[in-house]
């Protein structure tokens, strides 16, 4: 089930944006199987809560032999795609390189997920998602006026950035396969990843409404009707109302409409002032009671949830954004499809745990099963 039903992808076990990516691709159908380290594979932590790793099954290979070398490329000959995390040239080093799997697999499409790109002055340097979203010009701008940069945790560079261009990359290079044309590679970077999200901001700054001063802007927490406010009892509002026909219903709730000093507010001078204002007013009252009064209205004010809150909301509720499986609670696939629905996801496999099931569903017989697993080229259940 799922648009994606009938890929087959490889996943080279990672951390981070590959994971996701993969996952992304698991959740519409795609088949995908998780290379995981054969022997040791034991990850931190219960793999069975790693609910990045749902959607698919995994096999424990000894990539460092050529035995599983040679196993991997013969699954690359069945495979869509394949797609890994580490620095450029390790894959290469393994005689698992774009150049030798294009010769096993001239259709195969190779997603490469790396921060800082395949080539570059600092493509073999290590880093993270904040170094990532530092270089694009993303990271500058979250925080406030005066304030140091704060990092949006790693949403912006692994998962935005990343995972997510990956998996886009990875649809349209197979898009290009289906209508005829050959197998490439896709260079998902963090750093560039990150910067296209950066884009209107770009365009803003072009036409000269973006000032390079963090906490300025309309929509970095300058402007009083775009801000997080806190309420009496310690919580927190969202209040994006923008639009004059959305501003005037936010001045109505919170009985600021006969006030004169707000009647322009789109003067950045007075944002400072009004922020201030808007804030003692906000104070006054309990957050679920300010959520009573925007109910069913159009002044753009959401309440601040916390991951567990958000679970029990009544609209995430009743729109299935949330479920629990084998009870663990986590957000069930995006986007949506009217034809194409994908099943719930699967839980996620321990390291290991599907090798047997994988060889012989790619065409091993019970002979060939046998030999992996005595010379340990693979291990089940991560045990050789």
Not at 241 to 270: C, H, R, W
């Amino acid at each position: 089930m799922g648009p994606l039903c009938g890929l087959k992808i490889i996943e080279i076990a990672g951390i981070g944006p590959g994971p996701f990516c993969a996952m992304m691709l698991a959740d519409q159908g795609a088949e995908v199987i998780r290379v995981d380290r054969a022997g040791n594979s034991t990850m931190p932590g219960d793999p069975a809560k790693d609910i990045l790793n749902r959607g698919r099954k995994s096999i424990a290979i000894d990539l460092k032999s050529p035995e599983g070398v040679a196993l991997l490329l013969k699954l690359v000959e069945q495979a869509d795609g394949l797609i890994e995390g580490f620095r450029p040239g390790v894959m290469e080093r393994l005689g698992l390189g774009p150049d030798i799997c294009f010769q096993h697999n001239p259709k195969f499409v190779y997603g490469r997920m790396t921060g800082w790109g395949q080539d570059g002055p600092w493509a073999s340097m290590a880093g993270h998602d904040i170094d990532y979203i530092a270089l694009s010009g993303a990271l500058h701008g979250f925080g406030r006026a005066g304030e140091k940069p704060v990092p949006p945790i790693n949403l912006v560079g692994d998962f935005g950035g990343g995972g997510m261009f990956l998996a886009y990359g990875m649809v349209a290079a197979l898009l290009t396969v289906s209508r005829g044309g050959e197998g490439q590679v896709v260079d998902a970077a963090m750093v560039d990843g990150s910067a296209v999200l950066m884009t209107m901001m770009y365009a803003l700054q072009a036409m000269g409404v973006w000032r390079e001063e963090r906490g300025t802007n309309m929509l970095d927490t300058g402007a009083h009707f775009y801000e997080v406010y806190e309420t009496r009892d310690g919580k927190y509002l969202a209040i994006g109302a923008i639009e004059p026909q959305f501003y005037q219903v936010l001045m109505e709730k919170t009985g600021l409409s006969n006030d004169p000093d707000f009647q322009n507010y789109m003067n950045p001078k007075a944002w400072p002032k009004l922020k201030a204002r808007l804030s003692e007013v906000i104070a006054q009252k309990d957050r679920h009671l300010w959520e009573e009064i925007f109910e069913g209205s159009d002044g753009c004010v959401a309440p601040v949830l916390s991951m567990n809150e958000a679970r029990h909301h009544p609209h995430n509720v009743a729109r299935q954004t949330f479920a629990e499986i084998n009870g663990i609670p986590q957000p069930m696939p995006a986007p949506r499809f009217s034809k194409t629905k994908a099943d719930a996801p699967r839980p996620p496999s321990k390291p290991g745990a599907d090798t047997v099931d994988i060889l012989k569903n790619w065409g091993f017989n019970d002979t060939d099963v046998e030999r992996l697993l005595n010379d340990q080229t693979v291990t089940q259940n991560g045990e050789g």
